[in-house]
């Protein structure tokens, strides 16, 4: 998701409302050291696991709490704090939106998870002074096709981000495959939320946009970034608005969105994905 704080910063002027998501306060990017990306590697080792068990563990039935309940408690078996845990303000370790919730809903007791359900969970982890951020889609139980598509769409349009990655190539770049993907299955791209550098801090420079921009700046990628990729689509419009809890962010239509995100390094040739579940 883009940066909690930007959410703040820009809640009430976002892209639906006409207006270019920024980072406020500019600290330019970090280029990692070996040592630093063996840290991130740990922390981004526990979010993969945690979001591989659970994807074996959410069943019809559940809440969104209990989901949140359980991610704290592997986080912190393992170790490490969970990153959105107070973060602005935040009170989940993990943020689980529900079908057409786009980003940030808050776990909650009576929000029952059904077969049927497109489930987004987010979840970061801090350990050693570093973090780590990935999210996943998850089909509950027998979900319509269409739903599928959406999150498979969803997910080949990450793949193709992260597929344009390596040094010298740009955001644009990742941008545009990211879109091309996208819009060519008749879904849209959200714009209200990027991607984003990753390290010390949850949310660092730079925004990694998902569609074609000249409003944000176009980084050249540098060997040692730390970035993450989280595209975010819709079934319908681009167009999302905050519910009144501050946080739910919801399509403005009703539709279905889906999203994805791996925190990753730069490479001279390419990618290595620190939150990779396969491992
Ligand atoms: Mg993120
Ligand atoms: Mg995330």
């Not at 207006?19 to 922390?43: A, D, H």
Request: glycine letters at 8%; proline letters at 3%.
């Amino acid at each position: 998701m883009k940066h909690f704080v930007e959410l703040l910063l820009n809640k009430n002027n976002s892209k639906s409302n006409g207006q270019v998501p920024f980072i406020e306060r500019r600290k330019g990017i970090e280029i990692k050291s070996s040592r630093e990306i063996k840290l991130m590697k740990k922390s981004s080792r526990i979010v993969a696991t945690v979001l591989r068990e659970i994807i074996d563990f959410v069943k019809p039935g559940m809440s969104t709490l209990e989901l949140d309940e359980f991610a704290e408690q592997r986080i912190t078996d393992m170790g490490a704090k969970p990153s959105f845990k107070g973060y602005h303000g935040f009170p989940g370790s993990i943020c689980s939106s529900i079908n057409n919730e786009v980003v940030h809903g808050i776990p909650n007791k009576k929000k029952i998870i059904r077969s049927g359900d497109l489930v987004k969970i987010d979840t970061g982890a801090y350990l050693n002074g570093y973090h780590g951020d990935s999210c996943v889609t998850i089909c509950i139980g027998k979900v319509d096709e269409s739903v599928q598509l959406l999150s498979d769409v969803a997910h080949q349009a990450l793949t193709a981000g992260l597929n344009k990655i390596k040094a010298g190539n740009s955001l644009l770049d990742i941008a545009g495959a990211i879109e091309d993907v996208v819009l060519s299955n008749g879904f849209s791209v959200v714009e209200d939320y990027t991607g984003h550098g990753v390290g010390r801090n949850l949310h660092e420079e730079p925004s990694v946009f998902n569609f074609r921009t000249k409003d944000l700046p176009n980084i050249t990628l540098r060997e040692g970034m730390t970035l993450a990729v989280e595209p975010i689509i819709n079934q319908g419009s681009k167009f999302c608005k905050t519910l009144n809890d501050r946080w739910t962010v919801v399509t403005k239509d009703g539709k279905l969105s889906s999203q994805w995100e791996h925190t990753v390094v730069v490479l001279s040739d390419g990618i290595e994905i620190l939150t990779d579940r396969n491992f």
